[in-house]
């Protein structure tokens, strides 16, 4: 069992930055993938980006690529994702997940203002 608690967001004006932090429970084994979604009000869960916890391989969206950076520090077994230039369409709760397992976090909330 993992268990993910996201910390990080907050409110913003746009262009602006904000680092996000999922910490897990347990050490995160090497063949695990996590990943970051987010859901806009009203949306469905949107794939952010993902990361191979042994390899660092990552992929992201073709919304956030080039402004956002997902990251792993696996001696503290916690996921990041460094959010710059962010727009107000960036809105959102912001989960981590790790598989397999689906493993959820209950999501932290990311606000932009224009």
């Known amino acids: 069992q993992v268990q993910l608690v996201e910390s990080g967001g907050g409110l913003v004006q746009a262009g602006e930055s904000l680092r996000l932090a999922c910490a897990a429970s347990?050490?995160?084994?090497?063949?695990?993938?996590m990943r970051w979604f987010r859901q806009a009000p009203g949306k469905g869960r949107e794939f952010v980006a993902r990361i191979t916890w042994s390899t660092a391989i990552t992929t992201y969206a073709d919304s956030v690529k080039a402004r956002f950076t997902i990251s792993r520090d696996n001696t503290k077994n916690t996921l990041y994702l460094q959010m710059n230039s962010l727009k107000p369409e960036d809105t959102a709760v912001y989960y981590c997940?790790?598989?397999?397992?689906?493993?959820w976090g209950q999501g932290t909330q990311v606000t932009v203002s224009s």
């Open positions: 347990v050490r995160i084994p090497s063949g695990y993938i």
């Open positions: 997940n790790a598989d397999p397992g689906g493993f």
